[in-house]
């Protein structure tokens, strides 16, 4: 089924009248601490796939294409510095055991934090303060910019970049799709960020539980 803008905004309608933009970003920031400190590769791309599931469902794009050309664009630069035990060997470069694991695992991280933060953070998130204003307007430009299909149009740079500023200065990365979102909380809405939350830290429990248990 091609996801089209009328499809996505009904995800979106659908997903956001549970959660405030405040309670959706303290899940997230409780969801952050299980990806960083996740020692295993495999789960690592578990919350990948699973965060990119968060982001589809609340109406974003995931382009898991693109996201695992750039996994493998980092794997492949690591894997330059070979260290570990030799898995394969192809002419002059050496596929270690330690480099792709390293690879895998910046690049996974890498990726899923950009899908954790663009299913996190609302365009109507406000925080208090001087630096909470500029910390949420800072989260704003960054889910407008990676919701684009193409930033710059190779055949008229200026105009696309005219017309990218100016959609930024209207405010289209969200203000017009405000009533979209609920001020308030939910019981349902408490009971999916906390499912959430636990599925997000179970790739990053079970192997300290398997590790101490063993």
Do not use: H
């Not at 974003?60 to 510095?81: D, E, F, Q």
């Not at 055991?97 to 406000?126: C, F, N």
């Not at 930024?168 to 979209?180: K, M, Q, R, V």
């Amino acid at each position: 089924m091609k996801d089209n803008a009328e499809s996505r905004l009904l995800r979106r309608k659908r997903w956001s009248r549970f959660f405030s933009s405040r309670d959706l970003c303290a899940a997230g920031l409780l969801v952050l601490p299980a990806l960083l400190f996740n020692p295993e590769v495999g789960g690592r791309a578990a919350q990948f796939l699973l965060f990119s599931l968060f982001l589809w469902l609340s109406g974003g794009r995931p382009r898991l294409p693109n996201a695992i050309l750039i996994i493998l664009s980092i794997t492949l630069v690591n894997l330059l510095v070979p260290y570990g035990r030799v898995l394969l060997s192809l002419g002059p470069l050496r596929i270690t055991a330690g480099a792709l694991r390293t690879g895998l695992g910046r690049g996974l991280t890498l990726e899923a934090l950009i899908m954790l933060s663009r299913s996190s953070v609302r365009p109507d998130l406000k925080l208090p303060g001087l630096f909470g204003e500029l910390l949420g307007e800072s989260f704003r430009i960054f889910s407008f910019l990676t919701e684009k299909k193409r930033l710059v149009n190779p055949k008229d740079i200026c105009g696309s970049i005219d017309e990218l500023l100016l959609e930024l200065s209207a405010g289209s990365a969200g203000e017009g799709e405000t009533a979209l979102y609920a001020k308030t909380t939910s019981l349902r809405g408490r009971i999916i960020l906390a499912a959430v939350v636990l599925l997000s830290w179970l790739p990053a429990a079970i192997p300290f539980a398997l590790a101490r248990y063993s």
